[in-house]
């Protein structure tokens, strides 16, 4: 866990996030990624059922049901426990960044202004 | 509510272009995700789009080979799978392309390898002229399954080109200078391209003192018309040693062996690539044949990757100190068949592995719940 958190890239924070309030299917996260990110983050179906595959496999996430609209299947993945604690520390993680980061800058600013 | 019938048709091609991408993913992963890949697709695509973007079939490739690794929370799983892919695929290339060395003309006869000699070098008189018994020879002679344990034990290395030549041993119808650029004048009239001449001294140094300069040298001669490639030494006389000649012919690479290495390698590659993911997929969630499986890998990738290295390494800095109208063949560079005991142990390890994976037990039961949830490694 410790390790799945500490190596966390971009589009699996995003993913995660995106499953945070409730769970979602494959294009579903898709959308809220986008949303997410402001549409600089655009996640191709292939990234995404392997990011899916890894992300069940690490236990984060979890195959919550299956429905079909339209004739499509949709299947819908909900966040674990697991899930929820790794999202939570790289979320720490990015605020703390983000504090020291801003900190600097604000010593910064005063000279270069 | 059903769809407009055009927009159902424009739906339905783009479905079956997206289904025929999907054959990239193994097919136990097709049964339990295709229907929800594809609509996933489906979903992603705007609408009157026909087929799929150049973006969108790269990526499914891509990570439909990832799937075909299984073990999806793997970080190393395409790490090993590549090294087995690339040196399966240099080991089938090789083999191609002994397979299209079978195309090459055969060597000149006696008679004629005596005429290009005379043209060659007119007035000296060559002996020791034989047919060569085979294109590639082992200790003179064509392999057989006699010579299999030779061939196994470290002497792999005698297994070389056959050419066919003479010697001059003794009586030098031209002192060695003039023999040298006479010789290399013949060859340039009849039309062989010839490259530069390497020395090597007779002798090490015995000293001190020791005077370099004072060292006989031989000069070797190489040249390439066509199809076939000449070499020529030439050792001068030295005290207790008398001046020696030797000529001979061997066959260039045929053009032939190139698109079968190619193709070869290819094929070979990919082969090796859906076994090992076979093999990986069958095993993930058996840990003792996993274990296994991973052992096995780790000692078939040591006996071939070492030697190869090592050899291919030696092979560059060979082909950088002299001359080569024609390159060696790919299983020299290979370290084939010198190190061929290492390479048919590794084979023995790759075969008791993929055993161990077909034995029943790996496969993931239809509408299960493990089907669902892959495990980690």
């Not at chain 2, 990570?63 to 190393?76: E, I, K, Q, V």
């Not at chain 2, 002679?141 to 034990?153: D, I, Y």
Request: glycine share 10%; hydrophobic share 40%.
């Amino acid at each position: 866990m410790v390790c799945a958190v500490k190596n966390m890239r971009e589009p699996t924070f995003l993913i995660l996030t995106a499953l945070a309030d409730g769970p979602r299917h494959g294009y579903g996260i898709v959308r809220e990624v986008r949303t997410l990110s402001e549409g600089r983050v655009s996640l191709l179906t292939g990234t995404l059922y392997t990011a899916l595959d890894r992300l069940t496999a690490e236990g984060l996430i979890e195959p919550d049901r299956e429905e079909e609209v339209d004739g499509r299947t949709r299947r819908y993945y909900r966040i674990t426990t697991e899930g929820l604690a790794a999202l939570t520390a790289q979320t720490a993680r990015l605020r703390q960044l983000a504090a020291a980061a801003e900190a600097r800058l604000r010593t910064v600013r005063p000279r270069t202004v | 509510m059903g769809r407009p019938s055009g927009e159902r048709v424009t739906v339905d091609r783009l479905a079956r272009r997206y289904g025929r991408l999907l054959l990239v993913y193994p097919r136990t992963y097709r049964r339990f995700r295709g229907d929800e890949l594809l609509g996933a697709l489906l979903d992603a695509a705007p609408p009157g789009r026909t087929r799929p973007t150049v973006r969108e079939t790269a990526d499914l490739v891509r990570h439909g080979l990832r799937a075909r690794l299984g073990r999806p929370a793997s970080r190393t799983v395409v790490a090993w799978a590549l090294l087995a892919s690339v040196i399966g695929g240099l080991f089938t290339a090789a083999l191609a392309t002994r397979v299209a060395w079978q195309t090459a003309e055969p060597l000149p006869r006696t008679a004629e390898a005596r005429e290009m000699l005379a043209q060659i070098l007119p007035g000296q008189e060559f002996t020791g002229i034989e047919d060569a018994p085979a294109l590639f020879v082992f200790y003179g002679q064509p392999l057989s399954w006699g010579a299999v344990h030779n061939l196994l034990f470290w002497d792999g290395g005698e297994y070389a080109q056959a050419g066919i030549g003479g010697v001059v041993d003794g009586t030098l119808a031209y002192p060695p200078q003039q023999t040298i650029e006479l010789v290399q004048r013949n060859l340039r009239a009849d039309g062989w391209t010839v490259h530069p001449t390497t020395t090597n001294d007779m002798y090490g140094c015995v000293g001190p003192p020791c005077d370099p300069t004072t060292i006989p040298k031989s000069t070797t001669i190489v040249a390439g018309r066509g199809d076939t490639t000449f070499t020529m030494q030439v050792n001068p006389a030295y005290p207790g040693n008398s001046a020696f000649i030797s000529a001979g012919f061997r066959r260039a690479t045929p053009s032939a062996v190139y698109p079968y290495g190619i193709g070869g390698g290819l094929l070979g590659g990919a082969a090796v690539f859906l076994l090992f993911g076979w093999a990986s997929r069958r095993t993930e969630r058996r840990r003792l044949a996993g274990a296994g499986l991973k052992l096995l890998l780790g000692v078939t990738l040591f006996l071939w990757w070492v030697p190869t290295v090592a050899s291919v390494q030696w092979m560059a800095r060979h082909h950088r100190a002299e001359p080569h109208p024609s390159w060696h063949p790919m299983w020299e560079w290979l370290g084939q068949p010198t190190f061929s005991l290492p390479f048919l142990v590794g084979c023995g390890s790759a075969l008791l592995g993929l055993a161990i994976a077909a034995v029943p037990g790996g496969d993931r039961e239809p509408g299960s719940a493990a089907a669902d949830r892959p495990t980690p490694v």
